[in-house]
């Protein structure tokens, strides 16, 4: 037990370190969050308030003819 309990005072601090440099602050926006493909952005006026939408267009290798679109929002990124 005594070791199980050294392990975490030991290592926990080195841990949290290291979990700070991999940290990044990122605005309302997620300005600087790096997506897997160009972000893209589209100016809106919905209900007298302007928007302004981010989206990626993603090309396929090899189209067939069909399109997919992807909504997310709230909590979640397009970023998967």
């Not at 300005?31 to 493909?37: A, E, L, R, T, V």
């Amino acid at each position: 037990m005594k070791k199980i309990i050294l392990a975490f005072v030991v290592f926990i601090p080195f841990y949290c370190m290291a979990q700070k440099s991999v940290v990044r602050e990122l605005d309302m926006n997620l300005d600087g969050f790096k997506y897997p493909y160009k972000v893209a952005y589209l100016n809106l006026a919905v209900q007298q308030q302007t928007l302004r939408e981010a989206y990626m267009d993603v090309l396929p290798a090899a189209p067939n003819g069909r399109n997919v679109m992807l909504l997310h929002g709230k909590n979640f990124n397009g970023s998967y």
